[in-house]
């Protein structure tokens, strides 16, 4: 199983920004997708996660309105669109899969079993 996370930058606040995470090995479908973040020193954190049992969405409260998650099924690819970025965005983005993750432990990234590499999100004028 791999996870390719990519679309990141350096971008002015106000900007917009496109993540996509290609998946392979597994069918992405079957499978929970979201998108964690991580500054140094403090914990990873949930930004946005797509359910595998009935394709709902979920945000977190301090992107709600701004990022939309969305996944292609037929190109096994998550896609995270960030708009009106702003410096307190900035970090280091992973996307992350799991089959049999609960609504109840969405946001808790020790239970997603895979994980792309990462890609920097610096948001800075």
């Known amino acids: 199983v791999q996870l390719q996370a990519s679309g990141g930058g350096l971008v002015q606040p106000g900007s917009s920004l496109r993540l996509s995470c290609v998946t392979s090995?597994?069918?992405?479908?079957?499978?929970?997708l979201g998108w964690f973040r991580q500054v140094p020193g403090k914990e990873r954190e949930g930004v946005s996660c797509?359910?595998?049992?009935?394709?709902?969405?979920y945000y977190d409260e301090s992107v709600e309105g701004r990022f939309t998650i969305s996944r292609d099924k037929a190109r096994n690819t998550v896609t995270l669109q960030m708009n009106s970025l702003e410096p307190e965005d900035t970090a280091l983005y992973y996307c992350?899969?799991?089959?049999?993750?609960?609504?109840?432990?969405?946001?808790?990234?020790?239970?997603?079993?895979?994980w792309g590499q990462g890609t920097q999100v610096t948001v800075s004028s």
């Open positions: 797509i359910s595998n049992s009935d394709g709902r969405k």
């Open positions: 992350a899969a799991d089959s049999r993750i609960i609504l109840s432990s969405i946001w808790n990234w020790l239970n997603y079993d895979y």
């Open positions: 090995g597994i069918s992405a479908g079957f499978y929970t």
